[in-house]
């Protein structure tokens, strides 16, 4: 349908088409009429209607070529868009490429990203020159790569350039950003939407509920709106939704098991799956042929069978044999879409995790007894000894200290410091730990005959502002000798003077709630004396609970100081106030506090994409340069933070490994792992047929992966001249005329 003249002005001659007719009227011939009776039976009536039937063709051609001539030089025109607004508005195209990481999927011999920036740029090439083009990249958010450009080789590289994204995305997000560069420029425009139609992209959360379907109805009211169908099925995929150690703390020799989580989707009776556990491939280029060899360490077969309601948990054995950071990565192979199937895990294994106990009645004499000190039980319950062809028990190594020696030390390299049953804090010892503490390291206090309530409260608790997680009091109960005597004097009060120990049955706190289970039977009655404490006060909360005594009285609290952690135990650490320290729970209790308290030491360096990344800086406040898993390099710049410099960065958008170019003097971790957040593992695509239907309901054109894009785009976008169609018309119409004339036997000189 023609819709616009290029020369409008060349109307004003269709009066052209009044030529012929003044012609007529003027050089017809002028008779004069004589009456004459007999030439009525001479004319016969028949062939004068034809003649004159004859004369009125002829007029009627010869009127109407004038007026073709006319409209050809007036070259009407066929815009597409201009039944959709006004005639001078600027076309203005937004593109939307679906780039979440489902789109890494396989389809035939390519993937779904690749055919879905095929599409868009046939879109592109589509389009008339003069066409302003927008493109958005949907990735964890949509990004605005190009807008309002109309450089379409710039698009068209930029599309070309476009890799998966690791992350996911919401197609509602994508929907309204186009919305609103069109509505910023307040024009009428089109979009194009490709995408390969992934339920968990196209659907609502719980989180937002806008549903991009209502949102593209929406749009289709103001702009045309199209969506591109890449294709695929709803594959078979697989991926590792978790890769971590169970032992968080862990040295060299010591056996750690990691805990692999997988999740299979539309997965065949006959599929199968290879689970495999690298080891320091960086190294492999360094490694001397008499080292242990990195590399690929154990692959593991999966089955249907393997994974019950598509899930399993797949532990792996590995003993690290040099300390060191160490980079473990584990892959999974055998479905549809490769994007999702590793994960990365980086490990700094010391030769021994240091703790620091300070011991008053610490002898370091050879000769020694350390029974007889405060700290003996402790120092075998911290690091026990292994037999004789086990693997090592534990991955901390003690180091006992008197507290006059503590400031000569260099506390930083101490996971945790234990305080055994110190008394008269000196204001330099105080000092030294507060710092120590607030920097990130840990403390253990455990009480005694030594501790003096006031002592601790006035140095420690600060009233609330310092170190202790509680209000000590004045110790009650008996020694554990005079307790057992009196319980055998008088054997109904010996609840009363000997104690278990006890945790919270519904809630217990993370630092004893596997101690039960680790010993599988509760300790017999094995407290005689504690120091109560109270966790409140004028100022607030102290700390909170951690273990009970048997009469509900609590005997460990916690709370955080700074960045690091302090944690009191109400009885002494030797056999002074209890005969816990014989029992096997004595043992596994100190092990899973000082597991609580180190934490995951590498957890700030094992993130989720998305999470940011920080690391003090320790010598220089120089810009540092990150080079990134896609080869790309970053410059960081240090901010001040209290004492230190620290640097941050929080565009984690690629899984893979990350690295600082720097030293270990500057920074003590210079790399980080950033792993995916599997969230599109499910590839089963929104039902097609009812997703047109609702498309074609609300006004919205769907295509599909057969489709001819360009030739389409091109249909919609260019512009038709007529011109050429009415010369030919006037050409057929002299034809005709000259035909005509030439027949009726008419034609006028």
Known sequence: MINEVLNPWMLVALIAMALPLIIEWLFRRRRQRIPFPAMRYLMNPKKRRRIKLQDLILLLVRTVVPGVLVIALARPLLRPEAGRGTDQAPRHVVIVLD???????????????????????????????????SLIYLGNRPDVLKERTTDRDSVHDAIGRIKVSDMAGRMADAVAEADKILANQGEMGEVYLISDLQRSTWSATPEDQRDPKALLAQLAQRHGTFVLDTGGASVFNAYLTR??????????????????????????ANGKLWLTLYADEDKAATTSASERKPGKLITRELTVADLPGGRATVVI??????????????????????????????????????????DPKHDAAATADPLISNSGHLRNAIAPRTPPGFDRLSPFAVNVRRPDEVLQLNLERFA?????????????????????VGDGG???????????????NTK????????????????????????????????????ELMHGLVFAASDPHP??????????????????????????????????????????????????????????????????????????????????????????????????????????VLLSSQYLLLRR????????????????????????????????????????????????????????????????????????????????????????????????????????LLAIETLLATRFGRRRG
């Open 442 to 456: 840990n403390l253990l206090i455990f009480v005694g005959d030594a501790v003096t309530p006031y002592e601790y």
């Open 629 to 732: 898993p896609d080869y790309t390099k970053v410059r960081l710049a240090p901010a001040p933070q209290g004492n230190l410099w620290r640097v941050t960065y929080d565009q984690t958008d690629r899984q893979g490994i990350y690295e600082v170019d720097t030293s270990a003097e500057v920074m003590t971790r210079r790399r980080f792992a950033v792993n995916m957040a599997a969230t599109e593992g499910d590839l089963t695509r929104v039902e097609p047929e009812a997703f047109r239907r609702e498309l074609d309901q609300a006004g919205v054109h769907s295509w599909g992966p057969d489709k001819a894009i360009r030739r389409a785009v091109e249909s919609r976008h260019s512009i038709k001249e007529y011109a050429w169609l009415f010369l030919w018309g006037v050409l057929g």
């Open 317 to 358: 054995p590995h003993t690290f044999v040099e300390p060191g950071e160490h980079l473990l990565r584990v892959e999974l192979e055998g479905d549809g879409l490769p994007t999702d199937n590793q994960r990365y895990y980086l490990a700094n294994v010391p030769a021994n995790v240091e703790v620091l106990i300070v």
């Open 99 to 133: 780039g979440t990481y489902s789109m890494g999927q396989s389809i035939g011999q390519t993937t779904a990203i690749d055919v879905g920036k095929s599409m868009a740029q046939d879109v592109v090439r589509g389009l008339p020159k003069e066409t302003a083009v």
């Open 460 to 495: 420690l608790l600060k009233a609330g502002k310092g170190l202790l997680p509680c209000e000590l009091e004045s110790a009650v109960g008996l020694t554990p000798n005079d307790a057992l005597s009196k319980s055998k004097a008088t054997p109904s009060k010996a609840a």
């Open 511 to 616: 630092a004893v709630a596997n101690v039960r289970q680790m010993t599988r039977q509760p300790a017999p009655p094995s407290i005689s004396r504690w120091m109560p404490f109270k966790l409140n006060g004028k100022t607030g909360e102290f700390g909170r609970p951690v273990a009970y005594l048997s009469n509900k009285q609590p005997l460990a609290c916690e709370r955080t100081f700074g960045q690091g952690k302090v944690m009191l135990v109400g009885t002494s650490a030797d056999a002074g106030w209890n005969y816990l320290v014989y029992t096997t729970e004595y043992l596994v209790l100190v092990q899973e506090l000082l597991h609580w308290l180190i934490g995951e030491p590498d957890r700030g360096i094992n993130l989720q994409i998305g999470q940011s990344f920080q690391q003090p």
């Open 243 to 268: 890769f971590e150690p169970k032992e968080r703390v862990s040295a060299v020799g010591m056996e750690n098991r990691y805990e692999i989580d997988i999740e299979a989707k539309n997965m065949p």
């Open 416 to 436: 945790v410091v234990v305080l055994a049953n110190v008394g008269n804090l000196n204001d330099a010892l105080v000092s030294r730990v507060e710092q120590y």
